[in-house]
């Protein structure tokens, strides 16, 4: 029992990546690239910088290097043997340097090997390697640290949609020999996330399974011993909800807490339920193969959610999982970082059409960060509120079919410059004309509205356009503005975000409007 305990404290330690030092400092930022660029991780470097983990290109894995401004200092693209890269996580090595995750795909037989290089922070690679299974497909989007150094690498079997699927982890020493592999096969809709040693050495695997006749899935959580050896696998599913998908999960000293697309499970070490707590108001719709909603300590004893989504969110909740601030997001989230001053920092991707000077068919990276109250300045983000209860989780025994004969390869990286160029620009404001709306003297209000909004011109009117859209930007009303003011009545709209759109003179802007 006291060994558990000890290699639970270094886990929790482990755990806890360094943060941003330094004044409160809210931005926007897009970092574009002339063919394609998207971000699936970013972590704090031990110079107070954050290097971000993604793809460029079409077909290299890339990283990013911001200082605390958003602002790039440097950029590079890997490519591994005429094939496709992705990277889909990384994370800061508790000694020295960092591990990314990710997949390559060949180029002439199609098909996928999980990916995993160590790297030092200036991007030098210092080993990667690939593993694969025989006659599947395997998508790594996950990698942590383990007690001794190691590495524990996870992800999904088999393609989303397409034949038999399941979750792996694969165990690796520190200089990335492999140690053993396990896939676990279960139903034909199935896919693996995260992997956490667990304080008996173990490790925790974390995903769903379902079918795809009736598009049904539940929570998954696959418990091995330190040697991958199973000891034993459960689904979980509340009562009311068609889905239950589970993407990441925390060792605490009661046992597991477990991020799903609908709340938090908390679990003990044989995975039975203690509780659940459902996130209301929430709108996680993953990528499926590459990004996947996280979970983080915050704030001495909270926690920091990222959800991804067209309406991406970062939740905070106290120790209790109970939502104190939401951070709404017009881009795809893939993950959040807490800074030394209780900010947070959030990376997403596009192509983002809430940006200033958008530019809708060239994929790029949206970085917003925010004080602890999801303030940005420019963009206030702070709407939507997400808020929690509890609920009962059921959960029941899971069959699965395991595999253990994977092969590893040793990849040769070639690393070359990756041209990026950044910008400043909200990423969930429109506004490709009025950079800034506000100077062109027009109030819009109440915000959020529930009824009646007031649109009021400092100056009057003659024919100044006025236009509402909703978040899909579909053009709901026009009409025109002559005099100094007018109202709408919005009470028939669904709650949610519209944008308004006013044309005046040689002037154009656009508003958020909240609507409750």
């Known amino acids: 029992m006291k060994s558990q305990h000890l290699l639970l404290i270094v886990l929790l330690g482990i755990l806890n990546q360094p943060k941003l030092t330094g004044q409160n400092n809210t931005f926007s930022k897009v970092i574009e690239n002339p063919i394609s660029i998207s971000a699936y991780g970013i972590v704090a470097t031990t110079d107070n910088n954050f290097l971000i983990a993604g793809n460029a290109e079409n077909s290299h894995g890339a990283i990013l290097r911001i200082n605390t401004s958003g602002e790039p200092l440097s950029a590079q693209k890997y490519a591994f043997d005429n094939g496709l890269v992705y990277f889909t996580n990384l994370i800061k090595c508790y000694e020295s340097g960092i591990v990314v995750s990710g997949s390559i795909e060949t180029w002439s037989a199609g098909i996928r090997r999980a990916h995993i290089t160590k790297m030092d922070e200036s991007g030098a690679v210092l080993w990667s390697k690939s593993i694969g299974l025989s006659g599947s497909n395997l998508t790594a989007t996950n990698v942590d640290q383990t007690a001794d150094s190691g590495f524990i690498l996870s992800g999904s079997i088999g393609s989303f949609y397409s034949g038999k699927n399941g979750l792996f982890a694969a165990r690796l020493d520190k200089d990335g020999e492999l140690l053993w592999f396990r896939g676990f096969e279960s139903t034909d809709w199935s896919q693996g996330y ?207 079919n395991e595999l253990t004969d994977a092969t590893i390869n040793t990849e040769t990286a070639v690393v070359s410059p990756l041209q990026v160029v950044e910008r400043w620009g909200c990423i969930d404001v429109i506004g490709n004309v009025g950079e800034k709306p506000e100077q062109m003297n027009f109030r819009i209000f109440p915000s959020p509205v529930k009824d009646l909004l007031t649109i009021e011109a400092m100056q009057p009117q003659k024919d100044a356009q006025l236009e509402l859209f909703n978040a899909g930007m579909q053009s709901l009303l026009s009409t025109s503005l002559n005099g100094q003011s007018k109202s709408f009545n919005l009470s028939h709209l669904s709650s949610g975000i519209y944008f308004l759109k006013i044309i005046s003179g040689n002037q154009s802007g656009y508003w958020k409007v909240m609507k409750e």
């Open 194 to 400: 995260t992997a956490r040693q667990s304080a008996d050495g173990g490790f925790l695997l974390v995903g769903f399974a379902g079918t795809l006749n009736n598009m049904k899935s539940k929570a998954v959580l696959i418990k091995t011993d330190g040697n991958g050896n199973l000891q034993w696998a459960k689904q979980y599913q509340t009562n009311t909800y068609f889905t239950e998908f589970a993407f990441d999960a925390l060792v605490e000293e009661y046992g597991y807490l477990c991020l799903t697309n609908n709340g938090c499970i908390r679990t003990d070490n044989d995975g039975n339920v203690l509780s659940f707590i459902r996130l209301g108001n929430n709108h996680s719709s993953p990528n499926w193969e590459f990004a996947m909603p996280r979970i983080k300590r915050y704030n001495a004893g909270g926690y920091l959610i990222a959800l991804s989504g067209y309406m991406a969110q970062a939740i905070v909740l106290d120790k209790d999982l109970f939502a104190t601030t939401t951070i709404n997001y017009l881009l795809d989230l893939t993950d959040v970082i807490e800074t030394e001053d209780k900010g947070i920092l959030a990376v997403g991707n596009g192509p983002l059409i809430y940006v200033k000077d958008q530019k809708i068919y060239e994929p790029h990276i949206g970085l917003i960060a925010t004080d602890s109250i999801g303030s940005e300045g420019d963009c206030n983000n702070a709407y939507y509120p997400a808020y929690s209860f509890a609920e009962n989780m059921l959960s029941e025994p899971l069959t699965v």
